[in-house]
């Protein structure tokens, strides 16, 4: 038996983006495009992708950073309707440690002349985390996230260069 405290949090985010649902779709489910974006921040190398995506299905990433810390996220896909949602919960590891517990929920819908993305997550933090400041940090994450998808959705409209 182990005294950690599991602690708690959710957020919620909410994006428009200039493309239709099923392109913003297809960015989730093409691992080829996903792996544009669902990516680890500077100084992190991918050491494993894999990706089956249907109901029943799992995704993992394996990857290190420069200081060596490894970071393992296990997705299962719960329930897939196509252009609209996916739910899902996965695990997060940091070096072999078991972190964090999720379930997350992406809903997509028509919205003007593109679509509006919903993401929202609850997590269970396993390993002694402070709820407050392991959702703070996971939003930051998720947030940097769905700019790099905005980016891969249209990346002319993103920059500009001089």
Known sequence: ?????????????????EASPAQVFAAWS???IKAQWFIGPP????????????????????GRFENGMETH?????YEIVANERIVYVYDMHLNGKHHSLSLS???IAPSGGGARLIYTEQTAYLDGTNGTEG??????????????????????DRYQPA
């Open 73 to 77: 996220y296990a997705a299962r896909f």
């Open 30 to 32: 093409n691992v080829e």
């Open 135 to 156: 959702t703070a940090n996971r939003e930051r994450g998720v947030s940097w996230h769905m700019e790099n998808l905005s980016n891969v959705l249209s990346p002319t």
């Open 1 to 17: 038996m182990t005294n950690t405290p599991i602690s708690h949090g959710s957020f919620s985010i909410e994006r428009q983006y």
């Open 105 to 107: 929920t992406v809903e």
């Open 43 to 62: 100084g992190w190398t991918q050491i494993k992708r894999e990706t089956t995506f249907e109901t029943g299905g799992a995704e993992i990433l394996h």
